[in-house]
């Protein structure tokens, strides 16, 4: 996986205190922590909503004239509970371009004297690549306790790749002040953005500019709720000296600037060798003229499947993809290795396609301007012809790209994802097309309901004996197939006993007789099918009934409303569909009047007709509203109830 497209990104393990005094007379505090301390609010009395607050964040830039920087952080916590952990260890990211220079750190206790921490800094590795140059200077502080103020910084200098900063104002605790500084030399072009939502202009002295945020929330985690680092504001920056001067980072004038640095880290990397050829001769369809959509598919999961993930994010491999023949011959490598050894693979058949950088884990990282990449993962996009027939399956993952007309979006990490699908965490994203000239930013295809679906058919036959012959098919497409496809891989064996488990959680008495699974059919689909018997059924009485739509209801996930304070939100739109043949039933038995029901972006309705001895019914949801703010919370209501009233119908088989 390509890291971050940021220098930095500061988030600081924080904890906070509560209401306690301190002594400064005679402290031995630098003048800004001095002057912090002094003003630091008392700590109160009771469990507080958070353990810990940070009092002051600033981070300073300090641009050179070959491009290099030197940095300075500064941190100012508060212990606000007696777990103060976090508040008693200082962090700064680093990796192989950045030299730390100085780590330095100050404790004043509640009602004591502060003094400067002796304690021996440790470095430690950092994020989950298998091979990584990052790391984070971690600053112990010993003795820390509820109503502590501890005070750390941190001095380093980096001869960055590119001249593009990115800071989150995110620190995982509350925030009194958070500051970002920067400095660049006399004739230097600063351009600067805002995402997620919309920050102050900087204060701008000389040739420093401050942009600064105080009292940020963090609001505690909730089911179902957002994230807050993914909400948190972010301040993008990109610096060009002046024309004609010589830097050693790469400028970004532009985003077709952003595609020739790729570019170039990668040519000649997609080489089509021997290899490659007799690979492909292997995998590829057979038939002169193999489908375009097959072939793309055969390439795919050849890359996918063979080729094992490992990520490596030694200096510039963090950007730079290993030929495609070496990863070939390891059978291993990370995005840019495997989506480049799928471009190769496309080359033997004579198809082109194009680099796609993205960012796969956080949302809104890439504005429009200033070029600032803030990409992390790599797809590829293959050009379709006008006249190109694809199976409907794979409709979903075609972007639309100016000039360069349609892409088939190929995501060949993703293990889970069938090809000619795209998982949720891509839908809607910016990504860079990296296509010479071409190069441009588009928007991935936008989730839709149909591309994520859940499809249950019941064949229900009530015997003489009045026992039940059930068979449940369940069809996953989307990210509902990449959600067991993932569990299967893990393990077949406790995939299939959680479903036999959800059989038993609606009837106690069921006996599963048979279960199978399909994990991926040519169009992506992971089927499932279980066959189990039940009852007999009472001949009255309140169990005296036969459900028509089993276990719809829990399909869709619900949270308590009363007293939540963030959104609610469906991680993908969904169409959620049962259909249920119910043979044997006495004609007597009648079936429940249709019903439908909507609201702003769902709708929910069944179908009911008999035919003979047979009943057919069908329950269809359909969400394509994937957030629910605290104002729409009626609305979710309505949702919720709609669901429960239409997928709660039975069969009365009294007596």
């Known amino acids: ?221 909730e089911p179902m709720g957002p994230d807050a680092v993914e909400e948190a504001p972010m301040l993008v920056v990109n610096l060009l000296p002046p024309p004609g001067t010589s830097v050693a980072p790469v400028t970004f004038p532009d985003w077709p600037a952003v595609a020739r640095w790729f570019e170039e880290l990668s040519r000649g990397r997609d080489e089509v060798t021997p290899s490659i050829q007799a690979a492909w001769k292997q995998a590829r369809p057979p038939g002169d003229q193999a489908a375009l959509a097959d072939g793309i598919r055969a390439a795919g999961l050849l890359v996918r499947d063979r080729v094992r993930y490992v990520d490596e994010e030694l200096g510039i491999r963090g950007y730079q993809a290993r030929p495609a023949s070496e990863t070939l011959s390891s059978l291993y490598g990370d995005c840019k290795d495997k989506g480049t050894l799928f471009r190769s693979l496309l080359l033997a058949e004579g198809l082109s396609s194009y680099p796609i950088l993205v960012n796969l884990t956080q949302p809104d990282t890439v504005p429009e301007a200033p070029p600032v990449p803030g990409f992390n993962h790599l797809v590829v996009g293959v050009p379709l012809p006008a006249d190109a027939k694809l199976p409907e399956s794979m409709g979903s993952a075609v972007a639309v790209a100016g000039d360069l007309g349609k892409l088939l979006i190929v995501d060949t990490t993703d293990d889970a994802t069938s090809i000619g699908s795209i998982s949720s965490a891509l839908t809607g994203k910016r990504a860079l097309v990296v296509a010479g000239a071409q190069s441009r930013l588009i928007t991935l295809p936008e989730g839709l309901p149909t591309m994520h679906r859940l499809e249950r058919s019941f064949q229900v036959e009530l015997r003489p004996d009045r026992s039940l012959s059930v068979a449940r098919v369940s069809t996953y497409v989307g990210q509902y197939a990449a959600y067991v496809r993932s569990q299967t891989n893990a393990s077949s064996r406790d995939r299939r006993e959680a479903v036999e488990h959800r059989m038993h959680d609606l009837w106690p008495d069921a006996q599963v007789e048979d279960y199978s699974a399909e994990k991926e059919t040519a169009n992506g689909e992971f089927i499932e099918t279980v066959r189990l018997k039940r009852g007999p059924i009472p001949a009255s009485g309140a169990t005296a009934r036969i459900e028509i739509f089993p276990g719809a209801s829990q399909d869709v996930e619900r949270v308590p409303l009363t007293r939540r304070k963030t959104a609610v939100i469906y991680s993908f739109p969904r169409l959620i569909r049962y259909q249920t043949t119910l043979k044997g039933i006495p004609q007597e038995v009648s079936a429940p009047e249709p019903r439908s029901f909507s609201g702003e972006g769902w709708s929910v309705k069944t179908e009911y007709s008999r035919d003979g001895e047979l009943i057919h019914a069908s329950w269809e949801l359909q969400l394509s509203r994937a957030r629910f703010d605290p104002e729409a919370f009626p609305e979710l209501r309505k949702l919720w109830s709609a669901v429960s009233s239409t997928s709660s119908w039975d069969l009365s088989l009294s007596r």
Do not use: C
Not at 130 to 159: C, D, H, I, W
């Open 1 to 221: 996986m390509i890291p971050r497209f940021a220098l930095l990104r500061w988030t600081a393990a924080t904890v906070l205190v509560l209401g306690l005094s301190h002594s400064i007379a005679g402290a031995k505090l630098p003048d800004w922590a001095s002057e912090i301390a002094s003003a630091a609010p008392e700590v109160g009395a009771g469990v507080p909503e958070n353990p810990s607050r940070v009092l002051f964040s600033e981070t300073r830039y300090a641009v050179q004239v070959d491009g290099s920087l030197e940095i300075r952080r500064r941190v100012a916590l508060q212990a606000l509970s007696v777990k103060s952990e976090a508040v008693g260890t200082g962090w700064f990211p680093f990796s192989d371009v950045v030299k730390i220079t100085s780590s330095k750190a100050w404790h004043l206790p509640p009602d004591d004297t502060a003094h400067k921490s002796h304690s021996k800094p440790a470095d430690i590795a950092v994020g989950d690549a298998f091979l990584s140059s990052n790391k984070a200077r971690m600053l112990p502080v010993q003795g820390v306790k509820k109503g502590s103020l501890v005070f750390y910084e941190f001095e380093a200098t980096e001869k960055p790749y590119y001249l593009a900063l990115t800071h989150l104002f995110f620190e995982g605790a509350p925030v009194t002040t958070d500051r970002l500084e920067l400095s660049v030399p006399a004739g230097w072009t600063v351009r600067w953005a805002w995402l997620r939502r919309k920050g102050p202009d900087p204060a701008v002295s000389g040739d420093v500019r401050t942009w600064e945020m105080h009292d940020i929330a963090t609001p505690e985690p």
